[in-house]
């Protein structure tokens, strides 16, 4: 007797569906990780955006809980006691760290999963899932890089940037 059409396509559905990608963009602060997402939101490609934790305060452009979740030191340290962060990195005297559950879910949908980290948080998630598609962004120039942090004031010394980059 024949299975129901039902029972074939659950058998055959890992086979014909691609798994869900986690696509790690990464580059030196300033580098315009931002603009690239923006770009691929506008594009309608449908991906999970992974919204990363800081404690950072937010910058006059930024939307908390859609740029960034902006929370205290006391919590990013209870979540990082928690194991619930991925990536947690010290960026500027700031920490940083994207929840796990919120990639976990993203991926157990089929969903994309696109997380935008500092070049800390890539070489720790290269670790992590080596298969994932790693972006590293570069500047057209150094100078270029330099005179984006500059204007927008937000970090310390900007040459900095380059030497973590760099590493």
């Not at 997402?37 to 309608?44: F, P, T, V």
């Not at 270029?144 to 937000?154: D, K």
């Amino acid at each position: 007797m024949r299975a129901p059409p039902s029972d074939i396509d659950d058998q055959i559905r890992p086979f014909a569906e691609p798994p869900p990608l986690l696509i790690v963009l990464s580059g030196p602060s300033g580098v315009g990780k931002d603009a690239v997402r923006k770009g691929l939101e506008a594009s309608g490609y449908p991906f999970h955006f992974a919204v990363t934790c800081t404690t950072r305060p937010p910058r006059p452009n930024e939307t908390p809980g859609v740029d960034y979740y902006f929370i205290s030191e006391q919590e990013y340290m209870q979540r990082l006691r928690r194991d619930e962060l991925l990536a947690p990195a010290v960026v500027y005297g700031n920490r940083y760290g994207t929840p796990k559950q919120d990639v976990r879910q993203a991926l157990a949908r089929g969903e994309d999963v696109l997380l935008r980290i500092d070049v800390q948080g890539a070489r720790a998630m290269k670790q992590l899932t080596p298969q994932g598609i790693f972006i590293f962004l570069l500047p057209s120039s150094l100078e270029e890089l330099i005179g984006r942090i500059r204007r927008r004031r937000t970090e310390g010394r900007p040459e900095g940037t380059w030497a973590r980059a760099r590493e």
